[in-house]
T-cell receptor, first 114, second 115 residues
Framework: AQSVTQPDIHITVSEGASLELRCNYS??????LFWYVQSPGQGLQLLLK??????LVQGIKGFEAEFKRSQSSFNLRKPSVHWSDAAEYFC????????????FGTGTKLQVIP | DAGVIQSPRHEVTEMGQEVTLRCKPI?????LFWYRQTMMRGLELLIY????????DSGMPEDRFSAKMPNASFSTLKIQPSEPRDSAVYFC?????????????FGPGTRLLVL
């Protein structure tokens, strides 16, 4: 069965600092991979996704993620964090073929300090 | 497109009352999902539909929960009778087929509080 691990429950960074949120997955092959962001009181918004091709994926709001097959990872990065990036971030994995069941990680809550 | 629409956005009810949550998926999407989000359990898939037909309801916690999708543009999730432990945020999502894969798009959620 597929699974997703986000090892960091809570991360605090200073505004302007770089950010990396970790995501590891377990799946028998290369899955589809997603990052979603949830601002307080809001729904989940898709930041970016990886289906195939270039392993460095660009998303909205200046985020990017890199798929590393050898490490079963799909870490999210941003070179300079803004206060408005404070939110909860969810990594998700979907199987290929058929229904493409999606499994979400437990989320990483990002706090940005001035 | 307006995105996935959910109503109500907030619901406060008393234990034992019936609660109905509503969802309008994005036009043209053929899958619809209901999720529940709590601090303790995170994001859980309750049920999903394909072309208005329920495919997998194994995530529905118990018989008090039921979901319907009478047409491609409307779905309901009903809890009867409601209990305090049902308090959560309920999300509806619909799915779009990209060139290779499929992406789920979420509504803003319904925040349910059962007293």
């Amino acid at each position: 069965a597929q699974s997703v691990t986000q090892p960091d429950i809570h991360i605090t960074v200073s505004e302007g600092a770089s950010l990396e949120l970790r995501c590891n997955y377990s799946y028998g092959a290369t899955p589809y991979l997603f990052w979603y962001v949830q601002s307080p009181g809001q729904g989940l918004q898709l930041l970016l996704k990886y289906f195939s091709g270039d392993t460095l994926v660009q998303g909205i709001k200046g985020f990017e993620a890199e798929f590393k097959r050898s490490q079963s990872s799909f870490n999210l990065r941003k070179p300079s964090v803004h206060w408005s990036d404070a939110a909860e971030y969810f990594c998700a994995v979907a199987s290929r073929g058929g229904y493409q069941k999606v499994t979400f990680g437990t989320g990483t809550k990002l706090q940005v300090i001035p | 497109d307006a995105g996935v629409i959910q109503s109500p956005r907030h619901e406060v009810t008393e234990m034992g009352q019936e609660v109905t949550l509503r969802c309008k998926p994005i036009s043209g999407h053929d899958y619809l999902f209901w999720y529940r989000q709590t601090m303790m359990r995170g994001l859980e898939l309750l049920i999903y539909f394909n072309n208005n037909v329920p495919i997998d309801d194994s995530g529905m916690p118990e018989d008090r929960f039921s979901a319907k999708m009478p047409n491609a543009s409307f779905s309901t999730l009903k809890i009867q009778p409601s209990e305090p432990r049902d308090s959560a945020v309920y999300f509806c999502a619909s799915r779009h087929r990209d060139f290779e894969g499929e992406t789920q798009y979420f509504g803003p959620g319904t925040r349910l509080l059962v007293l």
